[in-house]
């Protein structure tokens, strides 16, 4: 336990420790049913499927993976049937390294936070990662992806879940920088954030290693089409985990933190457990949409995961971001069997606001909530907007474990929190109601994991009031995942 946990907790308070890991319970069956509906309907409008991924199996022949990024990528779709229904699906994403581990009975490959058991030798050298395929799902052009932001995509077919494969997008995604470059990385990463503009095209990134540290930009037409992709060269190596667009940019925080990469070339360690925050500024890279016109601004020390939103207002960008005052450092997980700490620190939604004329920087605290894993209105995306809502913590709790939905009113400074605790809370994701014109006039769907049942639910919540308008009981508990994505009908 963190020492900042262990101040937290009093006598007789639940242990949110225990109760996210047994959350994050190895998934037991992959199952096709109609949910049961514990409370309410579901609302008259809302149609569509929503998809969900993480890490649905977090242990291997009887090893216990070493971080929660590492866990086997799984996916939950929840169906919203004309008659009202709620049809519940899960599969694992089946990539070759799954079907390869599934076959050996055993871990076979390196991860983020797990060597291969075996020693220094099983390691040494051994730069080929397993694809986790666990971190977000993306639905463009008729295909859904579930990604994973150091390889591939991997095509799913969005009815059955079936994995249909890793996918290059046409090729684009087949390094095309020198042999020393193909050799480090044959293929292209593409990270688990893309973003869409307004104009329907799907902008990504990949963080590659090779002969330098480099920013890969892509860009997906509206039709499906990958352009090739273009490259910025960055002067060290980060952790860039999700990237923001706006009208006319590219938006990249380069957090001073950096990995062991000679020691985990080595074999000596994961990536994960060489992970550490350097001193400085964070550095926020601002790239035009058609990746030129590269601007450099600096911002106070931190870390950030995730960006609900940034959009342009005349010669200021404004940008979001869940702020940490330091990197992250170990697991979420109860890593005590290895001895090894947690500490992430919570973070804090944070807006950022770029004068592009000077190059000052303004930051300030939108809300003493902390939270993580935030979506906006889509059709807001780039632009200003209002609302966000996201997974959220009473004030004060420095336990970095969710337990309620966070709405934030950016505009007007105000957070409103509705509080499942005990219980843990999956990503909120914000689905408008068709005809709707108000910016909260929608649903927020939230996966929940319900302690006591030792199960999931579906939440089915008022975006203006969080009130819940339905919820849904899975057959079982699984990780409540990373990121997901609302296809309407
Ligand atoms: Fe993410």
């Known amino acids: 336990m963190s020492s900042d946990a262990a101040a937290m907790t009093t006598p007789g308070a639940p242990d949110l420790r225990a109760i996210f890991d047994r959350s994050n319970a190895s998934v037991a069956a992959e199952v096709d049913v109609l949910l049961e509906i514990a409370e309410g309907a579901v609302p008259a409008g809302l149609r569509g499927t929503l998809f969900r991924n993480g890490p649905g199996r977090l242990e291997h022949g009887g090893v216990k993976y070493g971080h929660l990024f590492d866990g086997d990528g799984h996916i939950n779709r929840f169906g919203f049937t004309d008659d009202g229904q709620i049809r519940y699906r899960n599969r694992f994403v089946r990539t070759r390294e799954f079907a390869e581990e599934e076959a050996a009975g055993k871990i076979l490959y390196r991860n983020f936070g797990?060597?291969?058991?075996?020693?220094?030798?099983?390691?040494?050298?051994?730069?080929?990662?397993?694809?986790?395929?666990?971190?977000?799902?993306?639905?463009?052009?008729?295909a859904l992806y579930a990604l994973?932001?150091?390889?591939?995509p991997h095509r799913l077919d969005p009815e059955s879940l079936a994995t249909l494969g890793r996918d290059d997008l046409g090729g684009a995604l087949q390094n095309p920088l020198g042999r020393i470059d193909r050799m480090i990385s044959p293929e292209l990463p593409f990270s688990a954030h893309p973003r869409r503009d307004q104009e329907g095209s799907l902008y990504n990134f990949g963080a590659a290693a090779g002969t330098k540290s480099r920013l890969c930009l892509v860009k997906i037409d509206p039709s499906g089409r990958c352009e090739r992709p273009?490259?910025?060269?960055?002067?060290?190596m980060f952790f860039i985990h999700?990237?923001?667009?706006?009208?006319?940019?590219?938006?990249?925080?380069?957090?001073?933190?950096?990995?062991?990469a000679p020691r985990t070339l080595l074999g000596l360690a994961p990536p994960i457990a060489t992970f550490k925050g350097l001193p400085g500024p964070i550095e926020v890279l601002v790239i035009g949409k058609d990746n030129t016109r590269a601007r450099r601004f600096k911002a106070e020390p931190g870390f950030i995961f995730h960006f609900p939103n940034a959009y342009e207002d005349g010669d200021r960008i404004i940008i979001d971001g869940f702020r940490m005052d330091r990197p992250p450092v170990g697991d979420l997980l109860d890593s005590a069997q290895d001895g090894r700490q947690t500490t992430f620190p919570q973070p804090f939604l944070t807006r950022y606001v770029l004068d592009t004329r000077s190059g000052a920087v303004e930051e300030r605290r939108l809300t003493e909530h902390a939270g993580e894993l935030a979506?906006?209105?889509?059709?807001?995306?780039?632009?200003?907007?209002?609302y966000t809502w996201a997974v959220g913590s009473p004030v004060g709790r420095v336990e970095p474990y969710h337990t309620g939905v966070l709405k934030v009113d950016v505009e007007a400074g105000t957070s409103l929190l509705r509080d499942f605790g005990p219980n843990m809370t999956g990503e909120p994701v914000f689905v408008p109601r068709p005809g709707g014109s108000d910016e909260d006039d929608g649903w927020v769907l939230s996966m929940i994991y319900v302690d006591s049942l030792r199960t999931n639910e579906l939440l089915v919540l008022d975006a203006r009031t969080l009130a819940t308008l339905c919820r849904a009981r899975l057959p079982h508990s699984t990780p409540l995942g990373f990121h997901g994505t609302f296809v309407a009908a």
């Open 148 to 152: 994973w932001e150091g390889g591939l």
């Open 375 to 386: 979506t906006v209105d889509p059709r807001r995306a780039g632009l200003p907007y209002r």
């Open 114 to 142: 797990t060597n291969i058991p075996g020693g220094l030798l099983k390691n040494l050298l051994r730069m080929r990662f397993k694809n986790a395929a666990n971190t977000s799902v993306v639905a463009h052009a008729g």
């Open 242 to 260: 999700d990237f923001l667009l706006t009208e006319n940019y590219r938006i990249f925080f380069l957090a001073p933190a950096a990995f062991d």
């Open 230 to 236: 273009d490259f910025v060269d960055l002067d060290g």
